[in-house]
């Protein structure tokens, strides 16, 4: 088989109609490209919008910086836990350490490969046996998408008293029982950076509560500036602040979001036609009908009755122009955090071991799809 082009993982995909380019045109006509300005206002309206549920939204520099200030708003200092979803990007918790804090590991339940409800509460249990102190917050990922179960989660985290913050950087326009991801947490963390479903080239949003929050976001985004005609700071801020060029692109973005939705879901469909006749792999789909995943990333596992070298795959796959990843390895695997406390089941480690990422998004055709499927089916055989 022979791939002509290049079939990257997933990319940003700029709307037909420019919307991009004239908004981002209108900022240098305006000469207002500093942070700030008209598109990062109307961004924000159109996000709040889009996410509906009384929620207000501020658009910052990136979805680590969103994480990192749900953080500050939420006073982790050093000393604190948090809990945090183990298979996931490093971004989820770096955060943490940033504010001095011990992130704790939880494993993922086989469902919808998110954080395990029953494991949640044995870890908030364990902690408060063993500190006497209640980790400070829950640190929640929808995963290439995928919802997590929030009811049960939620139910766990409000036995406590511990707030949730939803990261939804991959789960744009992904529902669970028709509510938006993003919404349902304490805080709602967004990512627009190149390979998510909408982009701003590199950025992020905050979900909040109400716009009492919001201005607070704001506050510590813009330096923690106090209200006095010369500079005054009273607490430590920081320089968050999306740029009114960026926000130019999300703004543009959002007149084809569910157009990238849409074709991130038809992709999942053919890849569950292209596979159907190979047990030895499994599309990773919505668990029941209360989950409505975006399938940012289409993702796989092999059988793992097979004696099957997934990075060989991964490199016969990248011989032939095709670019894929393995699944993201769990944190508690990471150097970095050996030392944390870890709660486990084994679910991460081998989905890990046994998956891969599959090219998704508007720059992928469903005849790209087919090619990928081949090449993976042929590998295997």
């Given at each position: 088989m022979e791939n002509k082009k290049h079939i990257c993982l997933c990319l940003?995909?700029?709307?037909?109609?420019?919307?991009?380019?004239?908004?981002?045109?209108?900022?240098?006509?305006?000469?207002?490209?500093?942070?700030?300005?008209?598109?990062?206002?109307?961004?924000?309206?159109?996000?709040?919008?889009?996410?509906?549920?009384?929620?207000?939204?501020?658009?910052?520099?990136?979805?680590?910086?969103?994480?990192?200030?749900?953080?500050?708003?939420?006073?982790?200092?050093?000393?604190?836990?948090?809990?945090?979803?183990?298979?996931?990007?490093?971004?989820?918790?770096?955060?943490?350490?940033?504010?001095?804090?011990?992130?704790?590991?939880?494993?993922?339940?086989?469902?919808?490969?998110?954080?395990?409800?029953?494991?949640l509460e044995v870890a908030i249990k364990d902690r408060l046996a063993c500190t006497g102190r209640l980790p400070k917050a829950i640190v929640l990922v929808c995963l290439y998408g995928m919802p997590p179960k929030y009811d049960e989660i939620l139910a766990v985290a409000d036995r406590y008293g511990i707030p949730v913050v939803e990261d939804a950087a991959e789960a744009f326009g992904s529902r669970y029982k028709g509510r938006l991801c993003g919404t349902f947490g304490r805080f709602g963390v967004l990512s627009f950076n190149g390979n998510k479903m909408i982009t701003t080239s590199g950025g992020g949003a905050l979900v909040c509560p109400d716009e009492t929050m919001k201005r607070r976001v704001l506050f510590y985004a813009t330096q923690a500036r106090e209200p006095f005609p010369y500079y005054q700071h009273e607490q430590i801020g920081y320089n968050y602040r999306m740029s009114n060029v960026c926000a130019g692109i999300g703004r543009g973005q959002m007149y084809v979001a569910e157009d990238h939705i849409r074709h991130h879901r038809l992709l999942a469909e053919q890849y569950v036609r292209l596979f159907s006749d190979e047990e030895a792999v499994t599309v990773h789909l919505n668990p029941s009908d209360s989950f409505d995943s975006n399938y940012w990333l289409n993702t796989i596992t092999f059988d793992a009755s097979l004696t099957c070298d997934v990075d060989r795959v991964r490199l016969l796959l990248a011989e032939s122009g095709v670019e894929t990843r393995p699944l993201w390895k769990p944190l508690h695997l990471q150097p970095v955090f050996k030392d944390a406390p870890r709660y486990l089941n084994g679910v991460s480690e081998r989905l890990f071991a046994s998956g891969l990422c599959l090219p998704s998004g508007p720059c992928v055709s469903v005849e790209d799809a087919g090619f990928v499927a081949d090449l993976i089916k042929s590998s295997l055989r």
């Open positions: 940003a995909h700029m709307s037909e109609a420019g919307w991009e380019r004239k908004f981002i045109q209108e900022a240098f006509d305006m000469n207002w490209v500093a942070p700030l300005g008209p598109n990062v206002d109307a961004f924000e309206v159109a996000l709040e919008r889009f996410l509906g549920e009384g929620k207000r939204v501020a658009a910052l520099s990136s979805g680590t910086a969103v994480v990192h200030l749900s953080m500050v708003l939420l006073d982790v200092q050093p000393g604190d836990e948090v809990i945090c979803q183990s298979f996931t990007f490093a971004a989820s918790c770096n955060p943490i350490v940033y504010q001095g804090a011990t992130p704790v590991f939880v494993d993922s339940e086989p469902d919808t490969w998110n954080m395990d409800p029953d494991l």
